[in-house]
Structures are given as structure tokens and as C-alpha cells.
């Protein structure tokens, strides 16, 4: 089946540990983001690729890091510098202009 | 920058009525209007996409209205069942940086038997 999907569905984090969460797409789709969603607050954009082996800030960029050395591929790391990690993450990709497509989140959480 | 309101921020009604979601953007330059639902703890589920050239879009018993020059969209839902309690979500691009979108925090929606 086409669709995105994100791993691990629940990932805990110690503090100064840096973790990383997957996100694989199968739509062929050139553009990928990564969202975050906290209680009561609309998603918020942290990083996001147009083309393989570009990427550019979003609103929320500091602390976080990503690649895209395959069009199918988007992984985000949460870094120790990141102060706040403790959120829902939500990976997206769409082609230029079109229909956005969600995968199911990953759940962050600092222990 | 472009900012999303949705209203209500909640909203709970018997099985069978039909419902009105609002959504309003600041920035009309927009090139695509899409709503989303979410149910509890999973991701996000595309209902339906308007591009700016766009009036309506229909599915099933959901119709969104674009009206791109006042910056609102509407989400009506008709006959509203249980199965329909979720978040909707409403998100609107800018056209000079395509296919990012910027969200209102939602409207929850709860339709009780």
C-alpha cells in the first residue's frame, strides 16, 4: 500500500541523548516535511525538503536536525539541545503544490 | 506570516444534525486550502483539498467553501454520526513557498448518540 510511516510509534528519551525518528514514504513524492504537535496548539513546521539533498528551517528548527540523501527518506534528530522535546511528531509529504499526506506520529518522551 | 483561526474550538451536538466548521487565514495569497481530520493520538487524515481556483469541494457528506479573497473556509458536515467525533484540522499554504502549510489548532468535534 502507497503511504508514509513513521518508527517507532512511542520513543523515550534521556536527557543529553540524542534520538532519531524514521519516516519512509512509497507516494514518489519530491517534497517531505516534519511537524510538531503540542496540547492545545496548531502544528508547527521544524523542517522540510523540496529535493533530495536540500532541506530548509521551518519555524522551530533549533535543536533539531535532518537529511535527505533518498527521495524516500526523511529522518529528524532530536538533539540534547533540543530543551523541550516532549511532543507528538508528524512527518507529511505532498508533490509541489499538491495534496498533503500524514504518517500516524511518534510519540516523544523525556524520562 | 500567515495565521489560521478556527471556531468553535469545540463542538458537541446529537447524532443527525449538520454542522459548520469555520476556518479564517490572514493571508489570501494562498495557492492551496486543505482539512484534515485526527482522531486521538494518531496522525492526520486528509478530508478534502481546495486549490485557490477553486469554490467548493464535495465528499460524501462533507462540503469545504473557499471564499480565498475574505481568507474563510468552511467545513459543513451533514447528518453528523458518532463516528465522526475527531479533531478537524484546517491548513493553508503560501503561495510563495508552496506545499508547507500553516494550521489552525483545530475544532473538536464530539457527536454523542
Known amino acids: 500500500d502507497g503511504g508514509i510511516t513513521q518508527s517507532p510509534k512511542y520513543l523515550f528519551r534521556k536527557e543529553g541523548q540524542n534520538v532519531t525518528l524514521s519516516c519512509e514514504q512509497n507516494l514518489n513524492h519530491d517534497a517531505m516535511y516534519w511537524y510538531r504537535q503540542d496540547p492545545g496548539q496548531g502544528l508547527r513546521l521544524i523542517y522540510y525538503s523540496q529535493i533530495v539533498n536540500d532541506f530548509q528551517k521551518g519555524d522551530i528548527a533549533e535543536g533539531y536536525s535532518v537529511s535527505r540523501e533518498k527521495k524516500e527518506s526523511f529522518p529528524l534528530t532530536v538533539t540534547s539541545a533540543q530543551k523541550n522535546p516532549t511532543a507528538f511528531y508528524l512527518c507529511?509529504?505532498?508533490?509541489?503544490?499538491?495534496?498533503?499526506?500524514f504518517g500516524q506520529g511518534t510519540r516523544l518522551t523525556v524520562v | 506570516k500567515q495565521e489560521v483561526t478556527q471556531i468553535p474550538a469545540a463542538l458537541s451536538v446529537p447524532e443527525g444534525e449538520n454542522l459548520v466548521l469555520n476556518c479564517s487565514f490572514t493571508?489570501?495569497?494562498?495557492?492551496?486550502l486543505q482539512w484534515f481530520r485526527q482522531d486521538p493520538g494518531k496522525g492526520l487524515t486528509s478530508l478534502l483539498l481546495i486549490q485557490s481556483s477553486q469554490r467548493e469541494q464535495t465528499s460524501g457528506r462533507l462540503n469545504a467553501s473557499l471564499d480565498k479573497s475574505s481568507g474563510r473556509s468552511t467545513l459543513y458536515i451533514a447528518a453528523s454520526q458518532p463516528g465522526d467525533s475527531a479533531t478537524y484540522l484546517c491548513?493553508?499554504?503560501?503561495?510563495?513557498?508552496?506545499?508547507?502549510?500553516?494550521f489552525g489548532r483545530g475544532t473538536q468535534l464530539t457527536v454523542w448518540p
Open positions: 493571508d489570501s495569497a494562498i495557492y492551496n
Open positions: 507529511a509529504s505532498s508533490m509541489e503544490a499538491g495534496e498533503a499526506f
Open positions: 491548513a493553508v499554504d503560501r503561495g510563495s513557498t508552496l506545499g508547507r502549510l500553516y
